[in-house]
């Protein structure tokens, strides 16, 4: 059941609590009105679900067509039944090439997927009147007639940018709800129609995007729904109904069943805590192989070892304990993920999902986690700032946000508009922080007006504190060009590798006396997103006094260069922070951080 309470965050990561009552810091937000990011967040980590039934649900594509019914060949290319293949498809179904506007066809996969234990589809949906979407009153209807099976959408893509994004996106939600939404198949939670949103529409949408669209859907919409975001990021998890994955083939490819079990059970485990934390629905997706490298140069290929890559990634999908199981992929035949019987493998994939889902069913779910207290140094920590701001650059995305909230900070969303006329005061707002990926908007209205107004404000005493979600902050600009602006600005970031050096142990080593209470060293991280972009004192404005504060060095004790390092020039400051330092320190990293600067400022 959904739980609306005010007990804010579950901790962002395994480490953090829940936050506090915001009605100090933030105005509470009513249906209608606009909002900022750090409202919306506010509103919607109050959406808190529990008691979700077990599903298994498989990704569906209804883009294919034949000559014979609808007049040409969609998505499949040449079609050679005599020779038993098909020019864009990596194997041949064992019904051959079919038309997804055929109603038979239809039924017949919805009654193939339920007699296997499927729940219901995920539709690939590209917009209105799509070839697509044609196929989902056929889906719907096959669906109702065989009962107890959902059909919902993937939506695949939102083009454009700003007020044309917004009003795209709004109007593909409103369709989907209207149109479908209310059929008695499409698929829900507590009665509310269930929308699955694809990577690509993520990575489309600006995060600060997402209140004005939801804002404008509710005001015309009355019923709730839930969307489920692919990609497992604190910050999802906060601000949508459930956080799913479409494909792991990017670490699954290449490793044999050992291996893979004990990335699989790493990997799951971490994204079923992220959206227990939140109280949201936890997806985790299997697959029985994948293979684009018909249809891509040079591709990516994961063998399906005889069935046994999908056997351990279901067995450990179990045992991770989501709530619901994704299938990648029922009929991608492009890929070669597909479950639906081929000439290739049989029924061998169909015959094992029957088996493992009746499994998943039988599991008893996990009792869902306590509500932890704030901590209480936290609270201390955010005492010191009392009657100050600490300022929140646009575009952020790292969870430092979200502790701060949690902690009770005074937080102050900020506008590029701000920094760029020079309206900022490092008296109001002693601290500023970029917690972006990274992208940064640099011209409001001259060229490099938003660069020019942060060194102003750095002048005048304050800091810039970088604790961003990606690898370099103030990378790209707002076209999307790389204008590398982290020197400019006194943050002395350099490029380092994509992957660690092979055969190194490397070890981060901390200065206690500036950072307390964190160990004297940790391990550099073994798993996730390790691109290191160092900070490097060679690269500090001329003159300034440069502190590392976490150097990384390997067993020799050559050094690779800064993780955390402190920069005081022209009377202000600069911080920079490692993306991948919160995994390895906890939020033992950000109380020692905010100290830290508490001391530099003098309170």
């Not at 094992?352 to 009792?367: D, M, S, V, W, Y």
Request: some cysteine; overall charge negative.
């Amino acid at each position: 059941m959904v739980k609306e309470n005010i007990s804010w965050f579950w901790r962002l990561v395994p480490f953090w609590n829940p936050f506090l009552v915001l009605a100090l810091f933030l105005v509470p937000v009513q249906k209608g009105a606009a909002m900022s990011l750090l409202e919306f967040y506010q509103q919607r980590a109050q959406r808190r679900w529990t008691d979700v039934p077990r599903q298994v649900l498989a990704f569906y594509y209804p883009w294919y067509g034949t000559p014979e019914f609808s007049g040409r060949s969609v998505h499949w290319g040449k079609i050679d039944p005599e020779a038993q293949d098909i020019e864009a498809s990596t194997h041949y179904p064992e019904i051959g090439a079919y038309d997804s506007h055929d109603p038979a066809l239809v039924r017949r996969h919805v009654q193939q997927a339920k007699g296997a234990g499927v729940d219901g589809f995920i539709v690939s949906w590209w917009g209105p009147g799509d070839f697509s979407d044609q196929a989902m009153p056929l889906l719907l209807e096959a669906a109702q007639e065989a009962g107890e099976f959902g059909i919902t959408v993937y939506w695949e893509t939102v083009p454009g940018s700003g007020e044309a994004q917004i009003q795209k996106a709004v109007s593909d939600l409103l369709y989907l709800l209207r149109q479908y939404g209310s059929h008695p198949a499409f698929l829900r939670v507590e009665g509310r129609p269930v929308i699955f949103v694809y990577g690509r529409v993520m990575g489309q949408v600006p995060m600060e995007a997402w209140p004005e669209i939801l804002r404008r859907v509710n005001a015309e919409h009355a019923g709730d729904y839930l969307l489920i975001a692919d990609g497992y990021r604190e910050a999802y998890a906060v601000a949508f109904d459930g956080v799913h994955t479409y494909n792991p083939v990017g670490w699954v490819r290449g490793k044999a069943p050992d291996l893979l079990r004990s990335a699989a059970r790493e990997r799951y485990s971490e994204a079923v805590q992220l959206a227990r934390r939140f109280g949201k629905i936890a997806c985790l997706t299997v697959i029985p192989g994948y293979d684009d490298t018909k249809i891509r140069t040079p591709g990516i290929a994961a063998d399906r070892q005889g069935g046994e890559t999908y056997r351990v990634l279901w067995e450990e999908a179990i045992a991770a304990d989501p709530d619901w199981v994704l299938i990648t992929t029922w009929n991608e035949w492009h890929e070669g993920s597909e479950i639906e019987p081929s000439i290739e493998h049989g029924d061998l994939a169909l015959r094992q999902t029957a088996e493992l889902a009746a499994a998943f069913k039988r599991r008893t779910a996990a009792a869902a986690p306590a509500e932890p207290a704030v901590a209480p140094e936290d609270r201390a920590l955010a005492e010191r700032y009392a009657g100050r701001s600490v300022g929140v650059l646009p575009g952020f995305e790292s969870p430092v946000v979200l502790w701060l909230l949690q902690s009770g900070f005074p937080l102050r969303e900020l506008s590029w508009e701000q920094i760029a006329t020079g309206e900022l005061s490092a008296q109001d707002c002693p601290v500023v922080l970029y917690a972006g990926h990274e992208r940064f908007r640099q011209t409001v209205r001259e060229p490099g007006d938003v660069v020019a107004g942060l060194q102003a404000y750095v002048r005048s005493g304050g800091v810039l504190a970088a604790i961003g979600s990606g690898p370099f902050p103030f990378y790209y600009d707002e076209t999307g060009e790389a204008v590398v602006a982290a020197p400019q600005l006194g943050l002395p970031v350099r490029q380092g590798w994509e992957t660690p050096p092979e055969g190194v142990v490397l070890t981060f080593q901390v200065n206690t006396e500036r950072l307390r209470g964190l160990p004297q060293s940790a391990p550099f991280p073994d798993s996730g997103d390790r691109r290191w972009r160092p900070a490097d004192q060679a690269l500090a404005p001329e003159g300034a006094d440069y502190h590392s504060l976490i150097r990384l060095v390997d067993s020799a004790g050559e050094n690779y260069g800064d993780g955390a390092a402190l920069v005081r020039y022209e009377g202000g400051r600069t911080l920079y922070l490692w993306m991948g330092l919160p995994r390895v320190f906890g939020p033992a990293l950000y109380r020692a951080v905010f100290a830290l600067l508490a001391e530099e400022l003098g309170f």
